[in-house]
T-cell receptor, first 118, second 109 residues
Framework: NAGVTQTPKFRILKIGQSMTLQCTQD?????MYWYRQDPGMGLKLIYY???????DKGEVPNGYNVSRSTTEDFPLRLELAAPSQTSVYFC?????????????????FGSGTRLTVV | KNEVEQSPQNLTAQEGEFITINCSYS?????LHWLQQHPGGGIVSLFM???GKKKHGRLIATINIQEKHSSLHITASHPRDSAVYIC???????????FGTGTSLTVIP
């Protein structure tokens, strides 16, 4: 049981390049999320998904796209990288609201992707 | 104006001390999270709660919905508790999800 796996761990992009951050979970969680964390700032939600085929925007979706073709995978796409997208990106997953037998609803984070756009 | 305010921002404690970190929020919520981020950057979810109190080992989280306030308590603190503790509030599934900037805790042996 690997939990939430993010790849790559580090990446340097040039302005205007594209890339996909991969995220996969093996816990059969319905909910998945992408966050970014900027230095000295709190985490911000980029996109989330409540199940396969369903995605919705978070607080800071501009410049990103997501897809959720399977329960396991939730990739984040940057089409035209900009320096403002330099950040650490975290993927997370969690159980349904009704599953309250654990303290944290199984909320699990990936180890993060440190992205620099130059 | 931040929707989620944490205090203190930084906290240094001696090993064994009882620690309290506070979180106040200004929006209506469905749930509140406490997260722990270690120096290496990894994030662990400690609690998600919508009312009352939850306990796990030496950690206790409480929430008062009327007062829009939550506390995270650590009993018998240990150097391995040194981390940044983050409070977050939001709907379970929605784009209104707000994070505090964290409380940096250092526990000295």
């Amino acid at each position: 049981n690997a939990g939430v796996t993010q790849t790559p761990k580090f990446r340097i992009l040039k302005i205007g390049q594209s890339m996909t951050l991969q995220c996969t979970q093996d816990m059969n969680h319905n909910y998945m999320y992408w966050y970014r964390q900027d230095p000295g700032m709190g985490l911000k939600l980029i996109y989330y998904s409540v199940g396969a085929g369903i995605t919705d925007k978070g607080e800071v979706p501009n410049g990103y796209n997501v897809s959720r073709s399977t329960t396991e995978d939730f990739p984040l796409r940057l089409e035209l990288a900009a320096p403002s997208q330099t950040s650490v990106y975290f993927c997370a997953s969690s159980e349904l609201w009704g599953n309250r037998d654990r303290n944290n609803y199984g909320y699990t984070f990936g180890s993060g992707t440190r992205l620099t756009v130059v | 104006k931040n929707e989620v305010e944490q205090s203190p921002q930084n906290l240094t404690a001696q090993e064994g001390e009882f620690i309290t970190i506070n979180c106040s929020y200004s929006v209506g919520i469905s749930a509140l999270h406490w997260l722990q981020q270690h120096p290496g950057g990894g994030i662990v979810s400690l609690f998600m709660l919508s009312s009352g109190k939850k306990k796990h080992g030496r950690l206790i989280a409480t929430i008062n919905i009327q007062e829009k306030h939550s506390s995270l308590h650590i009993t018998a603190s240990h150097p391995r508790d040194s981390a940044v503790y983050i409070c977050a509030v939001g709907a379970w599934a929605g784009n209104q999800f707000y994070f505090g900037t964290g409380t940096s805790l250092t526990v000295i042996p």
